[in-house]
């Protein structure tokens, strides 16, 4: 999985549930906790809005939504 897809997924994650731990994350997309740290820090770099809550997990502010679109050639 390349990075920008790597990054959709997180948003995709973030979007489906109230509140997620970075192990979640990491554990799902098969990385290290500290990967997606730096994951985190480069969404949030892009305009995301992600809000952390030290000890509880990471969330997306309210009203964000990513719709899912087709990006491939046709």
Excluded at 24 to 51: C, F
Aim: aromatic letters at 6%; proline letters at 3%; a positive charge.
């Amino acid at each position: 999985m390349n990075r920008i897809d790597r990054l959709l997924a997180q948003i995709l994650f973030l979007q489906s549930r109230p509140i997620v731990t970075a192990e979640d994350m990491a554990a799902r997309v098969g990385l290290s906790v500290r990967t997606i740290y730096r994951d985190l820090a480069a969404l949030a770099e892009a305009g995301v809005p992600i809000a952390a809550a030290s000890g509880v997990g990471y969330r997306l502010m309210k009203g964000y939504t990513l719709n899912a679109v087709y990006l491939g050639r046709s």
